[in-house]
């Protein structure tokens, strides 16, 4: 079974300061993707990386793929209270005909104003 | 274009019942899959659909049903609701290519009693 271990699982901080979240693995992923959910609705994709050593940028925030293709971070610059979220990854395999996506538990994100 | 819907949006079952959650999706997408979501677990697959005619068994299968009744619309069913079984649902359909992007519905929150 794939396991991927997000921390923190909670993180509460100020308006303006950086924050990074991991999402780690001992599996290889083919890709590895960021999703960010909001109360009361589905996931929404943030980036997907394909290749190891990849970054992304998407405005403030930088996703990094490990060179191994085993782990991911996620760091937000200035954080904003409208970052607020939780902040899922997951790794995606295929085994033969079948594609599988296997979420980490997630990271809590609240910035106060 | 309406993306992924799910209905009902909130259900509460006494212990026993049955019901039937619906999942449609306009994207044209090969694949849909249906996850559970709880507190401090992530997102978790139940069923999965590959494509139209086929379903394959996820993560955590036990209890639930699934029919595949055409390429848009992807149910799953509860034959005799339990209480370990309360959660938020979520349907989701896949685009294939290299993104691998996967698009969610709102969700429906299940209670039961």
């Known amino acids: 079974t794939q396991l991927l271990e997000q921390s923190p699982q909670f993180l509460s901080i100020q308006e303006g300061e950086n924050l990074t979240v991991y999402c780690n693995s001992s599996s290889v992923f083919s890709s590895l993707q960021w999703y960010r959910q909001e109360p009361g609705e589905g996931p929404v994709l943030l980036v997907t990386?394909?290749?190891?050593?990849e970054v992304k940028k998407l405005k403030r925030l930088t996703f990094q793929f490990g060179d191994a293709r085993k782990d991911s971070s996620l760091h937000i610059t200035a954080a904003q209270p409208g970052d607020t979220g939780l902040y899922l990854c997951a790794g995606f395999s295929r085994g033969g005909s079948n594609y599988k996506l296997t979420f980490g538990k997630g990271t809590l994100l609240t910035v106060n104003p | 274009n309406a993306g992924v819907t799910q209905t009902p949006k909130f259900q509460v079952l006494k212990t026993g019942q049955s019901m039937t959650l619906q999942c449609a999706q306009d994207?044209?997408?090969?694949?849909m899959y249906w996850y559970r979501q709880d507190p401090g677990m992530g997102l978790r697959l139940i069923y999965y659909s590959a494509s139209e005619g086929t379903t394959d068994k996820g993560e955590v299968p036990n209890g639930y049903n699934v029919s595949r009744l055409n390429k848009r619309e992807f149910s799953l069913r509860l034959e005799s609701a339990a209480p370990s079984q309360t959660s938020v649902y979520f349907c989701?359909?896949?685009?294939?290519?290299?993104?691998?992007?996967?698009?969610f519905g709102p969700g429906t929150r299940l209670t039961v009693l």
């Open positions: 990386v394909v290749t190891g050593g």
């Open positions: 989701a359909s896949r685009i294939s290519g290299s993104r691998n992007e996967q698009f």
């Open positions: 994207m044209n997408h090969n694949s």
